[in-house]
C-alpha cells in the first residue's frame, strides 16, 4: 500500500495548502499520515506559557481530528513545538523527529511547507523535512511536494529566490467542498473575507489554480524531487 506522509507546522496548514490532495491520496488507496510540529497558539501572547493556553491548546487538537476525520487521514499526530519560535530549537532535534517518524512509517510520498513562506516555522519544517529526506541508499521517500499556505507564502517579500513558482497541480474539482468543510472545522484558525486565510479566499484560491490548468479547482506545489525506479 502506498504511504504518504504530510508535515506541516501548525494545525490548519496541513489542510489549506494539501487538504485536497489528502482526500484525493486517501480515495486512492493510499495510507495518509499527518504529522503536525508547532502546537499553534503560544505565539499569540506577550510571552509563551503553554500550561496557561492548555485548553486551548487541547481545544486545537480536537479540531484538527475533526478536520481530519473530514479528510479521511490515516493517522494525525500533534507534537509540541513552540508556536512561531521554532528558531529557538536547536534544528538538529526538529530534524531528528522528523527522521524518527520517515523512519517509522516508511513514506514513499512528502507534502511539507514550502522554503521560502514568511512564517519562521514553515521555513524551518521544510529545511528539517529535506534534510531528514536526503536521497540515501534505503531512503523510503521518492517524491518531495511543497504547498503553499495562504496567508504566508504570498506574503513573503518576492524574489528569485522565494517566489512560489508551481510545476505540479492535483485536480480537486470534486473534492473541494469536502477540503473547505475541513477547514470550518478549524474554526479559530480562520479569518473573514478578505483575509486570505478566509473560507472564500481559499475556494478562491483553488478555482484560480484549477482555471490555470484546464480544471475547476485545484492544489498547486512544487515537485522538489522525484526519484522513478
Not at 503553554?50 to 484538527?64: D, F, H, P, T, Y
Not at 530549537?89 to 531528528?96: D, G, R
Not at 523510503?140 to 513558482?165: A, D, R
Request: net charge negative; hydrophobic share 40%; glycine share 4%.
Amino acid at each position: 500500500m502506498k504511504k504518504v506522509l504530510v508535515i506541516a507546522s501548525h494545525p490548519d496548514d496541513e489542510v489549506l495548502g494539501a487538504g485536497g490532495s489528502i482526500i484525493r491520496e486517501v480515495e486512492k488507496g493510499a495510507e495518509v499520515h499527518v504529522i503536525i510540529l508547532a502546537e499553534g497558539i503560544t505565539a499569540r501572547d506577550h510571552k509563551r506559557n503553554r500550561n496557561k493556553r492548555q485548553k486551548v491548546i487541547s481545544q486545537l487538537g480536537e479540531s484538527a481530528q475533526k478536520a481530519h476525520d473530514i479528510l479521511g487521514s490515516t493517522s494525525l499526530k500533534l507534537l509540541d513545538f513552540p508556536d512561531n519560535q521554532m528558531d529557538s530549537v536547536e534544528l538538529l532535534n526538529v530534524i531528528k523527529i522528523v527522521e524518527k517518524e520517515i523512519k517509522n512509517i516508511e513514506p514513499e510520498v512528502v507534502y511539507t511547507h514550502y522554503s521560502g513562506d514568511l512564517n519562521i516555522d514553515h521555513r524551518i519544517t521544510h529545511q528539517a523535512v529535506m534534510t531528514a529526506c536526503r536521497p540515501e541508499p534505503g531512503q523510503s521517500v521518492k517524491k518531495i511536494f511543497c504547498f503553499e499556505v495562504p496567508s504566508s507564502t504570498e506574503w513573503q517579500t518576492p524574489s528569485v529566490e522565494n517566489w512560489f513558482m508551481p510545476n505540479c497541480f492535483i485536480d480537486i474539482s470534486d473534492v473541494l467542498d469536502q477540503k473547505l468543510k475541513a477547514l470550518v472545522a478549524y474554526e479559530s484558525e480562520m479569518r473573514s473575507w478578505p483575509h486570505s486565510r478566509s473560507i472564500e479566499a481559499v475556494r478562491n484560491l483553488a478555482r484560480w489554480r484549477g482555471s490555470s490548468m484546464g480544471c475547476e479547482a485545484a492544489e498547486a506545489f512544487i515537485m522538489v524531487r522525484e526519484i522513478i525506479n
